[in-house]
């Protein structure tokens, strides 16, 4: 039998940065909301150095690990305290993206929320590893950027376009908008002025509307046409005054393997609200129903 999407823990990625406490305030508030658990995982990066000098460098980086394994402590606490939520940590030294996906992977997370800088910052959780951690989470993300201060989801723009994979993303958009009782505004983004194209493409954003109302979910539907997919979104994003933003991660091929698409490193990095990911490999028929 299939099941639904459930929030029932939330990775929090935490470098004690301004960002980082911000994507703290949204899981708090989630947590609360759906009755959830909040892992804060700080992670001490490992340096590429010379033998003699790792050496005397991991010293150093046991006695940081213990440092912040006090203050998580700490905060854990507060947190329970303050608001009544399950709070647990973890401190790890290693690469920053591969620790992420790895704890999320191994602590069964079901979603991680994580502060970004776009392209840039001072913070360890700089847009890089936030699009490598989409890229490997076994879950959705979302990120947070600075500027993200209001907490909690009133509006969420849901883009569907024609690829196969878009309307993946429609259960756990739908999930979010039931708890948060979300108006998502369902996007259809056309890539053809072709009437035929025009009109197949309406019947498949209709089944996603069909969809939300079924499940009780206020939406409406916009259509908007255009080769940049990303530019678009952005202005629907600024347009309607949404707080999130749900996209697929696809995927790019490379002499290296995959990397994320230009489309979903494009939203992530440059919108003004946080966005939440989803990759079209995580879709498991065990666990979630995406048939509609």
């Known amino acids: 039998m299939q099941k639904t999407f459930h929030i029932k823990k939330i990775l929090i990625p ?12 949204h899981a708090v508030f989630m947590a609360k909301l759906l009755k959830a658990e909040i892992v804060l995982l700080h ?20 006695k940081v690990e213990s440092a912040s394994n006090d203050k998580l402590k700490e905060l854990a606490h507060q947190l329970h305290i303050d608001n009544g939520i399950e709070v647990s940590i973890i401190t790890e030294v ?4 591969k620790k992420i996906a790895q ?9 991680v929320i994580m502060g970004t800088h776009g392209s840039g910052g001072n913070s360890y959780i700089i847009g890089s590893n936030t699009t490598r951690v989409v890229q490997e989470s076994p879950c959705p ?4 950027q600075s500027h993200a ?17 878009s309307r993946q993303k429609v259960p756990f958009a739908m999930e979010i908008a039931k708890h948060y009782n979300s108006h998502v505004i ?16 309406k019947i498949k954003v209709e089944q996603v509307e069909d969809f939300l109302n079924e499940h009780n979910i206020v939406c409406e539907t916009k259509y908007i046409q255009g080769d940049d997919r990303a530019k678009m979104t952005l202005k629907v994003i600024d347009e309607t005054e949404a707080d999130l933003v749900i996209i697929m991660t696809e995927q790019d091929a490379s002499f290296t393997g995959l990397l994320m ?16 990911t989803v990759r079209p490999a995580e879709i498991d028929p065990d666990r979630i129903s995406v048939s509609f």
């Open 149 to 165: 201060k209001k907490i909690g989801f009133s509006k969420i723009v849901l883009p569907i376009d024609d690829s196969a994979e």
């Open 94 to 97: 290693g690469n920053i993206h």
């Open 141 to 144: 993300v979302i990120s947070v």
């Open 186 to 201: 369902v996007t259809g983004i056309m890539q053809s002025g072709n009437e035929d194209y025009q009109r197949k493409f």
């Open 14 to 25: 935490f470098d004690f940065s301004e960002t980082a406490e911000l994507s703290l305030e």
């Open 103 to 111: 704890t999320a992977k191994q602590s069964h997370i079901d979603l």
């Open 43 to 62: 992670i001490v990066e490992t340096l590429t150095l010379p033998s003699a000098i790792s050496h005397a460098f991991s010293g150093f980086e046991k």
């Open 261 to 276: 698409g230009n489309y979903a490193s494009k939203v992530i990095n440059n919108s003004k609200v946080p966005v939440m």
